[in-house]
Structures are given as C-alpha cells and as structure tokens.
C-alpha cells in the first residue's frame, strides 16, 4: 500500500495550492530543462556517490545533535541543537551548493549565478565554484553589502564576482530579481543556484531535497541518543525557509512532531517594519512561485524589514505556504531585540554564537510552552561571526 | 468589435505598437500621451501597469515603473485614465503588467473593468501558457479581451503553435533572449524560422527594438514592432510632450 503524503512532495510543482512556475517565456527552456532532469539525475548513482562524498569529507557531515545542558536547565526543558554552524562555510546553505553545483555540472553550464542576503547562500556558492572551478556571480542588494561585510570579503577571496543589487529595497528581494534577470539575458551556459526553498518548481522542491539530509540525520541521531526518532517539536527559523525544510524533512507526514516555523517580526509584525510573511502576507506570485508574500491592496510587493539580511525576505517558501494554511506547522514571530538577547543567552550558557537568523529560532523557546520531558531540536543554522558587529553595536548591548 | 481584431482586419504590415508605462512621468501623463500617440498614427499602444518587481524587464521600464509608483499609480487610477482617453481616442490598448496585479485585484473584476473602460488586449509575461491553461483559461474566456503571450528564439516549434492557439491578439515575438531594452545583434534566422510557420496570429516583434532601423527590419519578417524602452528614454529626456518626434523618426 503507498504510504499517504500530504506534505513531501509537489505535485505538478504545486504544494496544495502554492508553488507553481510563473515564470517569463524566456525562462522556460531554463526551467523546463531542470524540471526534466532534476530528479533523475540526484537518482543517479555516481551523482549521490559525488555529493554524499562531498557532504562527508568536504562539508564535515553528520553534523552534531548536541544535547544543550545549561540551555536546557534554563529552560527546564530538553534542548538539542542540531549543528549546522559546524558545516564547512558556517551554515547549512552548502547542502544544497554543493547539490546544485553537481548538478550543474551535469547540465553542462559553465556560469553560475546566485542571490544572497545574510551572504551565506553567497559564500557557499563562491565556494563551490572554486571547489569545481567554475565562473561565480552573485547578486546581493546594496544594504545587505553594507551590513554584511565580512561575507562580501570571503566571496570575493573565493574568486566570485558580487554585483550590488540597486533596484527597490536594495536587499534579498531584489538580488533575486536581478539574478533572474541575469538568468533571462544568458538562459544556454548558465545556472542559477537558488539560496532557499523558493523560485519556480522544481527550485522549492530540489533545494528541499539536498537539504533533508540535516532531518534525515536528525532521525538517527535521535534514535541512538533517545531509542526515538521523533522528538517533541522541531525549531526553525523561517525567511525563504530552506534550513527549516531541511530540518522538516523527514518529519512532514510525522504529524505527532511539532513543527515550530520562526519568522522574523522586525520591530513587531504590525509595525510596518516586519518580515512576517505568513502573518500579515496574503497569496500571491513572488519570484515565480505562488505563496505568501507581503504586499499592497494593489499587489505591489512590500519591502520587508528585519535586523538578520537572512530573513529580510517578504515572501516564504511554497511549502511553508502549504504547511502553515493546513496548520502543519505553527508560526512564531520574534522581534528583532529578542532575537539578540536571544543570541548572547546561547553565547553564554553554551559558548555557540549563533547567527542572527538562527537567533530568531532560539528566541522562540521564550515563546513555546515546554514540557520538563519535551525533546526540542533546534535546528542551529548558522553560525554568528558575520554579525558580531550587529551583536556589539545592538542598543543595550556594549 | 474589438479594437486590436479590426486593426488586424485592416492592416498587415507596418504595425506600430508603443509601449508607454502608466503615470510615467507625471501620474496623469498617461493620457495626454496616449492621445498624441494615436493623433500620430502609432496603431496599438501597449500600457505597461507599473510593478515593483518586474522580472521581465530591463532598467528602463524598472525605473520609469518606481516613479509612476511613486507618482502614485494604481490600477483604479489607470482604469479611470483609459476611460478619459477613450473620450477621444480610437488606437487599440493592451495592458502589459505581471500576474501578482490581476491576482490581487481579482481576475474577474480586473478583466470585467478592462472591457468596460475600452481595453482591448493584454500581455501578462509571468503567467505561462501551461498554468494559464490548467488553472485560469476559464476566466478569460468569458472576457472579450484578447490575449498575447511571448515566444523568444529559444521557444520549440511545437510549444510556439500551442502558443498560436492560445493567443488571440498577436504574438509576441521576443527579438533576443534578453530583458526589454538589451540592445543585442539580432538572428534574422529565427525572424525567418518563424514567419514560415504560417501562424495563425499576426506577428509583433518587441524587445531591444529602439529605432527605424529596427522597426524596418522587424517589418520585414514580421506585421509589426513594439518599441517600449527607447521611447520611455525619449519622453524621460525630452519631455511628455514630444511624442511626435519619436514617431517621426520610427516612419
């Protein structure tokens, strides 16, 4: 008997009624070429031989479960943190680059494009393209340059080119649209590696894929800690939402696993000055993908707001989509300053700093109402040296 | 009848469509150029809704799209401006504009109000045939409007024909694969490849096309050309004023 699915996978590319291609005709043979090829090709024994090797010897995987001992007597609750800061580069983005660049390989494309916010995504790009010696653009919106300037640093050293996004709010939004406009004007030799779990199908789906193996970990690493593969909930930050797909992965049709989805409020999500996308957007077509997304009565896309350039994102993944209306997953918005506080508690009870977007996920602890026998995992996503400044600087913070 | 039907009707060759975003430079722009584009004999004006991310299109549209937002620019102002030129003016108007709009509006009421203000045809470039097919043909098929899709040198024969059959104003014939305004050498090869596929729709060749130059070439594969970005830049330096002077040049 087929096993009943109701949230893994896409079907026609849509996750219920969010996903989809709503992409220019000049986009299509791109597209169409990957939405062909995707899944046969991650099938293909030498290509998961390449990125499983990749993932172990390049990358530094299995990555940690490490159960928190402070944090969890702080909080009076079990708390596991799931150690994608520990991943070669300083986050889970290189799961899915090193995924996208053997794919690219196997499209025979010479040129690879990539959009950044926080830099991270940006950084693991640059890095694969060294690692396999190919040419390296990426789009960054000009504010996230200025406050992400460490990232900006390693790009370039790893031999990429960045070109400032300058178009609308200067940040993720925009370096996205100027990444698809650069995949419009070169469609034959190049490939665009989307950051998150956004974009046209097959883009949600294929970067959920290479970044399921954080969940698919997590499965074991809990069965030989616990005797269980199930914990209590799993904690995600949530901006496109690729480290939470990942972390929900294996979970999805596991409805007796809580699933914790962390937007960022910015200065609080009516303020005005927010990236809460599921709580104040509405449906709609964002970088071609029907989801939720911030926007005016009139359909004009929102500048979003939030402290972490990585969460600055006024749209959320299709799946997020899906899983948030059918109440899989339960949102939970953290402000800014929360977020911060957030980041020294684990600074100073664990000695991990975290990353600004991960400090969205761990302010939600404050936010949850645990259980002395909860098992919570944390999916810690990122590591925090790119925003030491932000960290230091923050007001009340010296 | 449908405006954009009866050109075609009557006219062939030499096709001259001016696309001009809506409230560019000032909001009420809009309809005063409108007015002297048909005074000059331009055959269809294509109105560009402006959006705050158009995926499709170069800098040029980008920009002049931010400042009719900024000017305050909305779907209802545009309606009411359509109307105002229809007072006067008989040109065929398609509304170009990205599917977020129609769906925020309501596809019904967006295509109810387009047919009662006198707009003829529309160009949505992010809504593919095969969604548009699966998900919304059904909408449009109880508006008269008439629709264009794109097809760019890259678009197979066989996907071009179900293009054919699903367009009903013209198609669009994307010169290069490129955002709108990228000047770049053109292959007169595809130009060919496609007039000898004996479509049943006439054949509008936009994107980069900025002078006669251009718009005699396009004629010579095609009924027609679209020139957008060159006479936004024209207006953008010269002034609202001055639309004459760039139809005079083109022919």
Redesign the interface.
């Known amino acids: 008997m087929e096993e009943r699915v109701k949230f893994t996978y896409p079907e026609n590319g849509f996750y219920g009624e969010f996903g989809g291609a709503f992409i220019p005709e000049l986009l299509q043979p791109c597209v169409e070429e990957l939405q062909h090829n995707y899944l046969k090709i991650m099938s293909e024994p030498s290509f998961l031989y390449a990125f499983e090797g990749l993932l172990k010897d390049y990358v530094g995987r299995p990555t940690p479960l490490y159960y928190a001992q402070r944090m969890s007597d702080y909080y009076k609750s079990h708390i596991y943190l799931k150690r994608e800061d520990l991943c070669h580069t300083g986050a889970h983005k290189v799961n899915n680059t090193i995924g996208q660049i053997l794919m690219a390989q196997r499209l025979n494309k010479k040129r690879i494009i990539a959009e950044t916010g926080a830099g991270q995504h940006g950084v693991a790009t640059a890095t694969v393209c060294a690692l396999v010696g190919l040419e390296c653009i990426v789009y960054m919106g000009e504010k996230d340059i200025a406050r992400q300037a460490p990232n900006v640093k390693r790009m370039k050293m790893l031999g990429a080119e960045v070109r400032p996004a300058r178009s609308g709010s200067k940040t993720l939004k925009d370096a996205t649209n100027e990444a698809i406009r650069d995949w419009i004007n070169n469609p034959e030799d190049t490939h665009y590696i989307i950051g998150s779990v956004v974009g046209p199908h097959p883009y949600p789906d294929m970067v959920t894929r290479f970044q399921s193996v954080i969940s698919q970990e997590m499965k074991r690493q809990l069965m030989e800690k616990l005797g269980n593969e199930n914990p209590t909930r799993i904690i995600a930050c949530v901006g496109g939402g690729s480290n939470a797909a990942g972390a929900y992965f294996h979970y999805l049709e596991r409805e007796e696993v809580e699933l914790v989805s962390v937007e960022a409020a910015g200065l609080g999500v009516h303020s005005g000055k927010t990236a809460a996308t599921s709580q104040i957007g509405t449906k709609g077509v964002i970088h071609g993908s029907m989801t939720l997304l911030m926007q005016t009565e009139d359909g004009q896309i929102v500048e979003p707001h939030s402290i972490s350039a990585g969460l600055d994102y006024p749209g959320i993944g299709p799946l997020h989509a899906h899983l948030i209306s059918a109440n899989r997953a339960k949102v939970v918005a953290i402000e800014d300053d929360h977020a911060v506080k957030a980041a020294y508690l684990l600074a100073q009870k664990e000695g991990i700093i975290p990353a600004l977007e991960t400090s969205h996920a761990l302010a939600a602890l404050d936010k949850i109402e645990l259980k002395p026998d909860d098992i919570n995992v944390i999916n810690l996503s990122g590591r925090g040296d790119k925003d030491l400044e932000t960290f230091i600087n923050f007001e009340g913070h010296e | 009848m449908n405006r954009l039907q009866k050109l075609f009707q009557s006219k062939s060759k030499d096709i001259l469509n001016i696309y001009i975003t809506a409230g560019f430079p000032a909001l009420h722009d809009t309809v005063s150029i409108v007015k002297k584009l048909d005074k000059a004999g331009v055959d269809i004006v294509e109105i560009g809704m402006p959006?705050?991310?158009p995926?499709?299109d170069?800098e040029t549209i980008?920009k002049s799209s931010?400042r009719a937002?900024e000017n305050g620019m909305?779907?209802s102002v545009l309606f009411e401006q359509v109307k105002e030129i229809r007072k006067e003016a008989e040109v065929p108007i398609v509304l170009m504009g990205?599917?977020?709009?129609?769906?925020?509006?309501g596809i019904e009421r967006f295509l109810m109000q387009c047919e009662s203000v006198g707009v003829d045809g529309l160009i949505i470039?992010?809504?593919?045939i095969?969604?548009y097919e699966?998900k919304y043909k059904a909408l449009f098929d109880k508006s008269k409007l008439r629709l264009s899709?794109?097809?760019?040198p890259?678009?197979p024969a066989d996907?071009i024909k179900k293009?054919d059959l699903l367009s009903d104003g013209f198609i669009y014939m994307?010169s290069v694969?490129?955002?709108t305004g990228?000047e770049r050498n053109i292959d007169e090869q595809y130009f060919e490849r496609i007039h000898n596929m004996d479509l049943n729709n006439p054949r509008l060749i936009g994107f980069g096309i900025k002078d006669r130059a251009g718009y005699e070439q396009a004629n010579r594969f095609a009924n027609g050309a679209i020139i957008g970005s060159a006479f936004i830049r024209h207006v953008d330096t010269f002034g609202a004023e001055e639309v004459a002077t760039f139809i005079n040049s083109i022919r």
């Open positions: 959006y705050s991310d995926l499709a170069g980008q931010m937002l909305n779907l990205y599917f977020n709009q129609l769906l925020q509006y470039p992010d809504l593919p095969d969604i699966m899709f794109l097809i760019t890259q678009t996907r293009i994307v694969n490129a955002t990228t």
